[in-house]
T-cell receptor, first 111, second 116 residues
Framework: GNSVTQMEGPVTLSEEAFLTINCTYT??????LFWYVQYPGEGLQLLLK?????DKGSNKGFEATYRKETTSFHLEKGSVQVSDSAVYFC??????????FGKGTKLSVKP | DAGVTQSPTHLIKTRGQQVTLRCSPK?????VSWYQQALGQGPQFIFQ???????QRGNFPDRFSGHQFPNYSSELNVNALLLGDSALYLC???????????????FGPGTRLTVL
């Protein structure tokens, strides 16, 4: 069945460092792909999405490119800030109309 | 726009009891999905409601049931609570059924359920 695998955390970076969080997926067809962010004590917020191969989603300095050939959707940011500390979830749109999430990667950014 | 709202924020129950969680979707949305997020895990899909009917269901037992009202709000009911039901329950709303290939789901803040 469809599934998402993302890198284990936690990830600890210094402010202004480069961020990569790896995400790979297994799916039939060509699902939409998403990155959601969860700040402490809050629900999930959509960070970015891509609906077809080679699409690049971007928002707030974060980017991810839908790579069909490698079944990947890695999240990147060139310069992280303390305020980016959160848990990041990679997800794909399931055939049931649901979202299938990875286990999440906790990011901590130190000043 | 109030966004997706959920109540209560926190809830403590004992094993064997029943619980009802509530969700109001974002204005203009007609589809409500429920997810269970165990501590340190990603959300798991429970079921989805559209036009007051359960349209899709994840791998959850029949103890988990729901309802959608004509105003699109929804309830999640869990019977015979187990310790393992302790989790954050998230409600998400969207527009249309099966449209999640392209449509974004908006999540509420969740209800934290603790079963003792």
């Amino acid at each position: 069945g469809n599934s998402v695998t993302q890198m284990e955390g936690p990830v600890t970076l210094s402010e202004e460092a480069f961020l990569t969080i790896n995400c790979t997926y297994t799916a039939t067809g060509y699902p939409s792909l998403f990155w959601y962010v969860q700040y402490p004590g809050e629900g999930l917020q959509l960070l970015l999405k891509a609906t077809k191969a080679d699409d690049k989603g971007s928002n707030k300095g974060f980017e991810a490119t839908y790579r069909k050939e490698t079944t990947s959707f890695h999240l990147e940011k060139g310069s992280v800030q303390v305020s980016d500390s959160a848990v990041y979830f990679c997800a794909l749109g399931g055939s049931q109309g649901n979202l299938i999430f990875g286990k999440g990667t906790k990011l901590s950014v130190k000043p | 726009d109030a966004g997706v709202t959920q109540s209560p924020t926190h809830l403590i129950k004992t094993r064997g009891q029943q619980v009802t969680l509530r969700c109001s979707p974002k204005s203009g949305h007609d589809t409500v999905s429920w997810y269970q997020q165990a501590l340190g895990q990603g959300p798991q899909f429970i079921f989805q409601y559209y036009e007051e009917e359960e349209r899709q269901r994840g791998n959850f037992p029949d103890r988990f049931s729901g309802h959608q009202f004509p105003n699109y709000s929804s309830e999640l009911n869990v019977n015979a609570l187990l310790l393992g039901d302790s989790a954050l329950y998230l409600c998400a709303s969207s527009s249309g059924t099966g449209g999640l290939i392209y449509n974004e789901q908006f999540f509420g803040p969740g209800t934290r359920l603790t079963v003792l």
